[in-house]
């Protein structure tokens, strides 16, 4: 195993310890195990020669810069929130490598034609507020201000834990790096599914990231004592929820092809046995690689909501959190990774994303470029999450053969 690598793995293995929860890795945006995250991030990029910095979301940067100062700039990056009970290579694994990569360069003094950022963006599972891309959002120019009011499930809003930042509201959009001056956006991640398993090969190409709807969903009803009240006079929110919620999957199973739905995530109130539940709250997650598709599945589902609600006496809130159409990774640079991947790796393959990542975002300023990492039977936010040495290995090597010939060209 080569220097890089062990150094790799021991940083994956230093990140992974570093959570919230002491029985799983847990690192939501904001909380202590996320800011002690950055603090070692931030290290680590210095070691590697990088001149480093925070913003006022979090997000951690590293910039090797070039001496042309109107060079352009490529960014190299991933995130280092976590969903809870989670795997250690979700995010981590694209931003060490970044690092080490940028160590590499910074070692052997190369003179860079373009300026190589490494990012660790803040925030991209959403999972504290729901809100996919905080992190990559505001490095796109798209941070929306108002999420800052959106609260978490403890009543703590989003500009509450902004303000211990660096950095101030007012211009929160303004200081990115402009469209024209991107070179592009790399990511390196695991690829959370089985395919490169079932092929037996360790990297490939990226073809593209399915389009995402993200929708709040909320059912006022009436509570009311479980021993007393009739069924024909009763307004329970959780049972509206649930005739809609199996709604939601077989629309799902009947369209297997080309979108997948989930309700993740739910809260019902007053959440006690003998109280018929008045109020119920929960998450849509809609995907399809189809824009259109989406939008009218998304449609399809509202009025669905809506005459269940109509039928139950029950009053509807739909709130469309996120709407982020399918992203197609860049030509020239698939077409150079691509060259990269066939000297460490036998087999050249391309496959589309199902998952989300801040690729999604950065393709809003720049052309995009993923590589996706064999990961053990495709298990992801999942502590059994692994990547064996020798894909970190190829993965190493392949990404920094990448961005070498990009600085050839
Ligand atoms: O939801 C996703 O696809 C990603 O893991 N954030
Ligand atoms: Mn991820
Ligand atoms: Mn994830
Ligand atoms: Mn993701």
Known sequence: MNKETSRILKRIDALGEISDDKQCLSRFYGTKSHKKARKKLLKWMA???MQTSTDIVGNVKGVLKSSNPNAKHFMIGSHYDSVFNAGKYDGPLGIILGIEIAHAFSKQNTELPFHLHVCAFADEEGCRFNIAYLGSSLIAGNFNKNWLKKEDDYGYSLSRLMKKNKGDFKDINKNIIPPESWLGYFEPHIEQGPVLCDENTAVCLVSGIAAQNRVNITWKGI???AGTYPMDLRNDALCAASEFILGVENLGKQNKEKLVTTVGKIKSEPN?????P???????DLRSPNNKFLENITKTL??????IAEERHIELQWEIMQSNPSVTCNNQLKEALATSIKKYNKKLIEIPSG????????????PVSMLFIRCKEGISHNPEEYVSPEDIETSFKVSFDFINELAKK
């Open 47 to 49: 070691k590697a020669g």
């Open 355 to 366: 998952a989300g990542h801040d690729a999604v975002m950065l393709s809003n300023v720049a």
């Open 278 to 284: 008045g109020l119920v709250s929960h998450s849509l």
């Open 302 to 307: 509202y009025y669905k909501a809506l005459k």
């Open 223 to 225: 509570s009311g004592h």
């Open 272 to 276: 006690v046995s003998n109280v018929i």
